[in-house]
């Protein structure tokens, strides 16, 4: 299986200020066939469901702001929140669909500082 | 617009078996993938594997395999998850989730059904 691994597992961020959280698999999952990235992004906030944020490792879910943005490719992604906004505390997860199982990093609870 | 409805909160003994639905609509029920994902309490996300409701097939994660069954009813738009043999640790919320993409095989989760929470106890 594919191993995902966040970091930080936390961070407090201000409010207007950046947040990068950073996600390694422990296998390339750039699919060099179609040059795409199987990597997702998604927030959890408390009692919701699971929101899609990024796919293919740096597309932007319909609806999703763009203060949200996904780089990396190969085996390092990280995600952004160029302005954090008291809407984006939660925890946010990066996801490998590069080969079954599908498999999730641990999380990064982000909150405002 | 895409709407996977779940059905609602189950306790259940320790050995017994739960079934989960969710229906969908919005969109051609047979061309996208269903996937199910779970979180237990204060913990992280992991995926149980994913049905086609076309009849492609299913394919479960090695942990749940024997355990759990994933069927489509075409009939009604809906996809049923079986976790048999339930355990304490077992409690959590299910969720199902559309696939991204009309793709022959399957990606990643994009749409996502509100939940269902399974409890365990005795």
């Known amino acids: 299986d594919i191993v995902m691994t966040q970091s930080p597992d936390s961070l407090a961020v201000s409010l207007g200020e950046r947040a990068t959280i950073n996600c390694k698999s422990s296998q390339n999952i750039l699919y060099s066939s179609n040059n795409k990235n199987y990597l997702a992004w998604y927030q959890v906030k408390p009692g919701q469901p699971p929101k899609t944020l990024i796919f293919w490792a740096s597309a932007r879910e319909s609806g999703v702001p763009d203060r949200f943005s996904g780089s990396g490719s190969g085996t390092d992604f990280t995600l952004t929140i160029s302005s954090l906004q008291a809407e984006d505390v939660a925890v946010y997860y990066c996801q490998q669909y590069y080969s079954p199982p599908l498999t999730f990093g641990g999380g990064t609870k982000v909150e405002i500082k | 617009q895409v709407q996977l409805v779940q059905s609602g909160v189950e306790v259940k003994k320790p050995g017994a078996s739960v079934k989960v639905s969710c229906k969908a609509s919005?969109?051609?029920?047979?061309?996208?993938?269903i996937h199910w994902v779970r979180q237990a309490p204060g913990q992280g996300l992991e995926w149980m594997g994913t049905i086609s409701p076309g009849g492609a097939g299913s394919s479960y994660a090695e942990k749940f395999r024997g355990r759990v069954t994933m069927i489509r009813d075409t009939s009604t738009n809906t996809v049923y998850m079986e976790l048999t043999n339930l355990r304490s640790d077992d409690t959590a919320f299910y969720y199902c989730a559309r696939d991204c993409c009309d793709t022959r095989g399957y990606n990643f989760p994009a749409y996502w059904g509100q939940g269902s929470l399974v409890t365990v106890s005795s």
């Open positions: 919005g969109y051609t029920f047979t061309d996208y993938y």
